[in-house]
């Protein structure tokens, strides 16, 4: 797709740069890019939504290995293929069981099925539908491959109605709409998070309640400012947040909007905690077994406030849910920045040319950017579905990912 | 060794077929038995079939002849126990004589019920019956057409069920593959085929890892995985059973199998198991869990002594004195919160999804 192609290099380079950042952001930006992949995609007249995945594939990849610690990319090229796959699926099985209430004898069907014992419309249909869903125990003894039995039956209902081209290629557009319709939804999905998150703040915080938090999330502050509309009087502790320091930004917006808010340190978080009622935090990504990647420095606090049994509320928005499983999250789901941040360069000019006889500098300066949370020590995850424990998170998967398209690979083109 | 067809060989004291039936398979082994085991993998197909007598007549109407099916298919150490009880139930639905699937249906009831209660102590055979019983319900309500096309469908299904098994394990190897990273030490725990199956690829991938092998007491079943670990070229150390929280600090994660997976997500598995997720939990070392999804049972033990006693002769090497007691339950019981997750065919689970699994099957 030559027309594509430069928007796609172009938000590559951007994702290569790191000059966009922030879930929200690269979420909304990538699920843009791939509906115009899709209204500039060429459909063909045979498999088109497998043509149509494909096509998604192949941009997927380059794009999630531009970045492969910005999870949201893939999360939404994963919420997108499963849309082309539900959009087919839901649309050919509606056919097929309009079309085992209109026709009663077939000849068609018998004379395609000979090396197949003869399967009637419902078992089909019924199939679809368990295609679409994950592999799963009730599946578990079926052997019909899906695929090439509803093309079969696709391809002769076609010659028994005698479809015209212009019938197909108003099947084309049809698929072609529903995908970019469905992306639109979860382009809307993805801006309005902020506001069904914070419509549960009401539930969660309560009178005279102390709540800590780390560092700057969005969604935290739109969670608290909500709950201070509806008149909820509490007190917020902010840990700055080193070694960016944006707890103090969000200091200041809450005390503007007349929160009582007291900045502490990283370090005075342990010493904090017995203080505290709730532990409100945003985070990068959720993992699959409901383990949290969140900024540096949360893993202490989710420690210190089990050790004072202290709820630790993780509020997200969905499109921050990766079907991925952690295997070795602080090596491979982290990134190192600059120690700039750390140390002033100017002070410490002289440190790095000192070396051991190997040529290694003796000073090392160790910056990670993210922090993994083992699901254990969350209490609960506060989205824009609802308020979930992190045993749940496997439900919200299979909803919005399908099980085949874990590792995002254009397949062989046939 | 003879078994009665239609009743459990050792009524008294109860010794659990299933246990037993394990023991013979994966007990101890000399040097000389695993140059022949070698030279009899090369050439399986054959050798499974020459070894053994030719299968039973078909049963006909005769309930008993369901358990001589099952105990044909059980002895060959490859087939999983599941695997074992499809296959006789297959064989039920080919000489049955009904013409109906309500027919149908009552007389496999009838033999799966036979099944269950010639060993109460396997769960993967009781598992297995009942999916076996639902797909054939599933079946029967969504098919409108003839009776002989059902019939053999259930037929080719039930018999492609030793395939679908092997595929689970396949599968299952797959997805461990990522969890397994190149100077890690793994701790194993008595003899499971899966568990062998995950090793077997990784080492196949050329990963580097160390594998840490208790013996498995009294069927010293641990012996027999450290063999063939040895023999996949795979490092290998082995402890006693007692010797887990001596080493737990230099093991990475556990990798245990399952006897079967209760409706909790906890596992039921061989004797020492609990103790090793203990010790793993209070050391903060995942355990995963390497399960088929047949093995799913609807089960809900509240302790250990919940479950139907599954008993195994114990061997100390001296004897006993007559007025002494020896606890000689050859199973345990893992609740979920010990387990990090299960590695199913149905992909990476944690434990919370498998009564959702069940409740869609069943409900």
Same mark, same amino acid.
């Given at each position: ?414 | ?22 023991? #013979? ?5 000399? =040097? /000389?038995? %695993?140059?022949?085991?070698? @030279?009899?993998?090369? &050439?399986?197909?054959? !050798? ?56 149908? #249906? ?5 033999? =799966? /019920?036979? %099944?269950?209660?010639?060993? @109460?102590?396997?769960? &993967?055979?009781?598992? !297995? ?66 568990? %062998? ?167």
């Amino acid at each position: 797709m030559p027309d594509v192609q430069p928007l796609v290099s172009e938000f590559v380079l951007k994702l290569k740069r790191r000059k966009v950042e922030g879930s929200h952001a690269v979420a909304r930006q990538t699920a843009e890019l791939l509906r115009s992949v899709v209204s500039q995609h060429r459909m063909g007249s045979t498999n088109q939504a497998a043509a149509l995945a494909d096509a998604i594939r192949s941009v997927g990849e380059q794009l999630i290995s531009a970045n492969p610690i910005e999870l949201a990319v893939g999360n939404i090229v994963r919420r997108v293929l499963h849309i082309i796959k539900e959009e087919d699926i839901s649309s050919t099985a509606v056919g097929i069981e309009g079309l085992s209430v209109t026709v009663d004898s077939d000849d068609e069907y018998d004379s395609g099925n000979d090396d197949h014992p003869t399967l009637s419309a419902a078992v089909l249909a019924s199939h679809a539908r368990n295609a679409l869903r994950a592999p799963s125990l009730q599946t578990l003894l079926d052997d019909i491959p899906v695929s090439t039995a509803l093309s079969r039956s696709a391809s002769s209902t076609g010659d028994s109605d005698g479809k015209t081209a212009g019938d197909k290629s108003l099947k084309t557009r049809k698929l072609k709409h529903d995908v970019i319709a469905a992306i639109g939804d979860l382009i809307e999905e993805i801006d309005t998070c902020y506001d069904q998150i914070s419509e549960q703040a009401v539930e969660l915080i309560h009178q005279n309640e102390v709540i800590l938090t780390l560092g700057r999330s969005r969604t935290v502050k739109e969670f608290l400012y909500a709950a201070k509309e509806k008149k909820r009087s509490f007190r917020v502790f902010v840990a700055e947040g080193s070694p960016r320091y944006q707890g103090h930004v969000l200091a200041k917006e809450l005390v503007e909007k007349g929160v009582q808010t007291t900045v502490i340190t990283d370090s005075a978080i342990f010493a904090m905690i017995s203080r505290v009622n709730m532990v409100i935090v945003g985070a990068h990504a959720i993992m699959a077994n409901g383990g949290v990647i969140a900024p540096v420095g949360m893993n202490m606090v989710a420690l210190a406030a089990q050790k004072h049994a202290v709820p630790f509320v993780v509020v997200a928005g969905s499109h921050k849910l990766c079907p991925l499983y952690p295997h070795n999250p602080e090596v491979l789901l982290n990134e190192l920045k600059s120690p700039s941040d750390l140390l002033d360069f100017g002070e410490f000019s002289n440190c790095m040319n000192f070396s051991t006889q190997d040529g290694t500098p003796l000073l090392n300066v160790v910056n990670p950017t993210f922090d993994y949370v083992p699901p254990k020590l969350v209490s609960l995850f506060v989205t824009d579905t609802g308020g979930h424990s992190p045993s749940y998170m496997y439900r919200l998967i299979s909803e919005y990912y399908s099980a085949d398209d874990l590792v995002v690979q254009r397949k062989s083109t046939s | 060794m003879e078994l009665d067809a239609a009743q459990n060989p050792n009524p008294d004291p109860p010794i659990s077929a299933y246990y037993q039936t394990r023991a #013979e398979h994966h007990a101890v082994v000399s =040097s /000389d038995w %695993l140059a022949h085991a070698a @030279a009899a993998a090369a &050439s399986f197909p054959d !050798a499974g079939a020459g070894a053994d007598a030719a299968p039973p007549p078909s049963p006909g109407s005769n309930g008993g002849g369901v358990i001589e099916e099952f105990n044909f298919w059980r002895r060959k150490p490859e087939a999983a126990e599941a695997v074992a009880a499809i296959m006789a139930l297959a064989a039920v639905i080919r000489s049955s004589r009904a013409t109906t699937m309500m027919e149908l #249906e009552i007389e496999l009831k009838k033999a =799966s /019920d036979k %099944l269950k209660s010639w060993d @109460a102590t396997s769960i &993967s055979l009781s598992a !297995a019956c009942d999916l076996f019983m639902r797909f054939v319900t599933r079946t029967s309500h969504l098919e409108h057409e003839k009776f002989d096309a059902a019939k053999s469908r259930l037929i080719e299904r039930g018999e492609k069920f030793g395939e679908i098994s092997l595929k689970a394990r396949k599968t299952i190897a797959m997805l461990s593959q990522d969890f397994i990273s190149d100077g890690c030490t793994m701790l194993v725990h008595g003899y499971s085929r899966v568990v %062998l199956e995950i090793l077997k690829l990784a080492a196949s991938n050329r990963k580097l890892f160390r594998v840490l092998c208790t013996e498995g007491r009294p069927d010293r079943t641990g012996l027999r995985m450290s063999n063939e670990l040895a023999a996949l070229g795979i490092p290998v150390k082995v402890l006693i059973d007692s010797a887990v929280a001596y080493s737990m600090d230099e093991v990475d994660m556990v990798f245990v199998g399952a006897d079967g997976v209760v409706e909790s997500g906890g596992i039921i598995n061989m004797m020492g198991t609990y103790q090793i997720a203990l010790v793993a939990n209070s050391m903060n070392k995942p355990v995963y869990v390497a399960a088929e999804s047949y093995k799913f049972a609807r089960l809900y033990p509240l302790d250990q002594k919940d479950m139907t006693p599954a008993h195994r002769p114990i061997d100390f090497g001296v004897p006993i004195p007559a007025g002494v007691e020896v606890e000689t339950s050859a199973r345990d019981y893992t609740p979920p919160q010990y387990l990090t997750l299960l590695l199913t065919d149905l992909g990476v689970l944690t434990p919370s999804v498998v009564s959702d699994e069940l409740i869609q099957l069943y409900l």
